[in-house]
């Protein structure tokens, strides 16, 4: 039977909504992942939390490797809104990061009923790194954070700073899930590391992405 994953992306275009510093799906952590599913045969779908067209962040775009990447530039000019997907009928979720899902991710409904389902199911739930924002104050149906008692990785307070970004962001995306009872596990920045515990496949930034959709891959088969 042929596997499916949801690959979930951001609709939020702008940091701190200002018009000189647009943001958006970063975009081979979406890109990357879809590859590697479609290669391994699997059914992706992509939503977000509005459906419709997905900013990609404009540092995410390099001539070369965005010329690889025009079937899925196409698909996110009109991806399905979450609330419509039957998450039911998926093997696995993806979530793809860029600094936008630091705003429409975190307390999103449609997501927190997904994550709810799929940690109580014990399907896989995997992110890439801002893409782990979807787990922030998520809680499952018996009330405790979705990431408690869970090893995982995610873009790491140290990268945040890195760029210059870390007062601009809502929350510090380690210290949030750390304040949820994550283990927070972080690896040298910038460089690939993945953490997998139980159902949770997650890697930490953008060099990370084709690692973690490997890792579902692999869990799948």
């Not at 992706?44 to 939390?49: E, K, L, N, T």
């Not at 962040?57 to 196409?74: F, M, Q, R, T, V």
Request: one cysteine or more; glycine letters at 10%.
């Amino acid at each position: 039977m042929t596997k499916s994953v949801l690959l979930i992306v951001t609709n939020h275009d702008k940091i701190n909504n200002d018009e000189d510093k647009p943001t958006g799906l970063w975009l081979s952590e979406a890109a990357e992942p879809y590859h590697v599913f479609q290669s391994a045969g699997f059914k992706v779908d992509i939503a977000s939390p509005k459906g419709g067209s997905v900013p990609l962040d404009p540092n995410s775009l390099d001539g070369e490797e965005a010329e690889g990447d025009n079937e899925i530039i196409k698909l996110l000019q009109n991806t399905k809104r979450i609330k419509d997907m039957v998450y039911e009928g998926y093997d696995a979720i993806f979530f793809a990061g860029g600094h936008g899902t630091m705003y429409d991710f975190p307390g999103q409904a449609d997501i927190q009923n997904i994550l709810a389902f799929f940690k109580d199911d014990g399907r896989i739930i995997s992110a890439v790194c801002h893409g782990p924002a979807a787990f922030a104050d998520a809680k499952t149906k018996d009330g405790k954070y979705v990431v408690d008692g869970v090893k995982l990785t995610g873009f790491t307070n140290e990268e945040e700073k890195s760029m210059g970004l870390l007062d601009d962001m809502p929350f510090a995306l380690q210290s949030k899930l750390e304040s949820n009872g994550a283990g927070f596990v972080v690896g040298e920045a910038m460089e690939e590391h993945i953490i997998t515990d139980g159902n949770f496949i997650t890697g930490q930034n953008p060099a990370s992405a084709e690692a973690a959709a490997r890792a579902v891959v692999n869990r799948l088969q």
